[in-house]
Every structure is written in structure tokens, then in C-alpha cells.
């Protein structure tokens, strides 16, 4: 199973992160499995940001929530995050990542995969 990050990597405040992951390996449709968007701010520990099911629902951080979009494309096996309205406090290293039959992976981060990660940057 592979994951792998894309989008744009420099973004203006006020603008829209859109990042997508691709999977190959197993179909995002598989069930029981959740994929996710963590982040890695600056110096600041692991954050999840949401994550949408096999079965198409979705879920998010509170803190998050009013700014996330996730969505999938089912025939191209893909994920994408939308977070609107960034501020350099959105900075980090964007991770798609995947756990099976839970959404979340628990204070230790233990996902199943992982993929490379995605410098995102948010300055004016």
C-alpha cells in the first residue's frame, strides 16, 4: 500500500489548501479502513486534521472543523483536504495516512501507512 501527497505548497492567508492523496495498493472503498490528514506544525507535535471512511463519511477536528472539507474520488482512489481561510499558523508537513477499523491511531501515532508528507506554507 502506497500513499502519496500533492498539492500546492505555497499558499497566501485567506487562501484555500487543497491537498490531494493518491492510493494504490487497496481501494479507498475497502472496508473498515479510514483515511486521514495529519499535520506536523513547526517544533508542535502531530495534529489530526479529519478523515473520510470506506463508506464515505467523513470526520473532523473541532478545532478544524468549520475550515475542513474531505472528500473522495472513488474511481481514482483518491482522498483531498480542503482547509479554507489559511493562516501561517496552518504551516506544517501535511501527512495522508490510513488506519484500519478505527478513525484515529491513538496518542503514539500508530497508523498503518503513512505517506511522505507535503511541505505547506502559509506566508504573506
Known amino acids: 500500500v502506497q500513499l502519496q501527497e500533492s498539492g500546492r505548497g505555497l499558499l497566501k492567508p485567506s487562501q484555500t489548501l487543497s491537498l490531494t492523496c493518491t492510493v494504490s495498493g487497496v481501494s479507498i472503498s475497502t472496508p473498515y479502513k479510514y483515511w486521514s490528514w495529519i499535520r506536523r506544525p513547526p517544533e508542535k507535535e502531530l495534529e489530526w486534521v479529519g478523515a473520510?471512511?470506506?463508506?464515505?463519511?467523513?470526520f473532523y477536528n473541532t478545532s478544524l472543523k468549520s475550515r475542513t472539507t474531505i472528500s473522495r474520488d472513488t474511481s481514482e482512489n483518491q482522498f483531498t483536504l480542503h482547509l479554507s481561510s489559511v493562516t501561517p499558523e496552518d504551516t506544517a508537513v501535511y501527512f495522508c495516512v490510513s488506519k484500519e477499523n478505527t478513525v484515529m491511531a491513538g496518542p503514539n501515532n500508530e497508523w498503518d501507512y503513512w505517506g511522505q508528507g507535503i511541505q505547506v506554507t502559509v506566508s504573506s
Open positions: 473520510i471512511a470506506y463508506t464515505g463519511s467523513s
